[in-house]
């Protein structure tokens, strides 16, 4: 049982250049999310997704993309870069039981763009 | 006015003190509320969830809620060095068409516990 999984771990981008980042979690939960993290900044929803199917916009959608595969599946686009864009990028699938929700994150990706 | 806000520290407490972390939000109508403790270089683990008003005990941690005040705090009692970490507060509504509100995250507090 490998929870939430992230690839790449590490990755260093030119400005104008692309890139996809990949999640999947084997815990069979519906919704998932993509945050990024900023110094002081705490943890900013960039897109989620509810049930596979369906996707929405979080707080910070601008210049991504994402696909929900499948159920287990989730990725995150970049399409062109940009330095604004370095980030530490968390994935994340959460069990929802009514008011209790527990939502459990990947490694991280940390990504530079030059 | 954001809606998740947290002093973001740092926080800095002698072993076995009480450390005292807190947060507030903007949503009157949030019902859940939770505690992720996140230490550097790693991802959030959750530690403390609370739904109704008052506290919460866990082990040596203790979460407050006070749903008129729009308020929530986390106690950590007889703190340790391993406890030094950034400990996000983050609050969910209640989302559109009954789907369930996103998790609405705090900057982080960083505490840092001395030997």
């Known amino acids: 049982n490998a929870g939430v999984t992230q690839t790449p771990k590490f990755q260093v981008l030119k400005t104008g250049q692309s890139m996809t980042l990949q999640c999947a979690q084997d815990m069979n939960h519906n919704s998932m999310y993509w945050y990024r993290q900023d110094p002081g900044m705490g943890l900013r929803l960039i897109y989620y997704?509810?049930?596979?199917?369906?996707?929405d916009k979080g707080e910070v959608p601008n210049g991504y993309n994402v696909s929900r595969l499948n159920k287990r599946e989730f990725s995150l686009r970049l399409e062109s870069a940009a330095p604004s864009q370095t980030s530490v990028y968390f994935c994340?699938?959460?069990?929802?039981?009514?008011?209790?929700?527990?939502?459990?994150f990947g490694p991280g990706t940390r990504l530079l763009v030059l | 006015q954001k809606e998740v806000e947290q002093n973001s520290g740092p926080l800095s407490v002698p072993e076995g003190a009480i450390a005292s972390l807190n947060c507030t939000y903007s949503d009157r109508v949030s019902q859940s509320f939770f505690w992720y403790r996140q230490y550097s270089g790693k991802s959030p683990e959750l530690i403390m969830s609370i739904y109704s008003n008052g506290d919460k005990e866990d082990g040596r941690f203790t979460a407050q809620l006070n749903k008129a005040s729009q308020y929530v705090s986390l106690l950590i009692r007889d703190s340790q060095p391993s406890d030094s970490a950034t400990y996000l507060c983050a609050v969910k509504g209640v989302g559109r068409d009954n789907q369930g509100g996103k998790l609405i995250f705090g900057q982080g507090t960083e505490l840092s516990v001395k030997p």
């Open positions: 994340a699938s959460s069990e929802i039981r009514g008011l209790k929700e527990t939502q459990y």
């Open positions: 997704s509810a049930s596979e199917g369906t996707t």
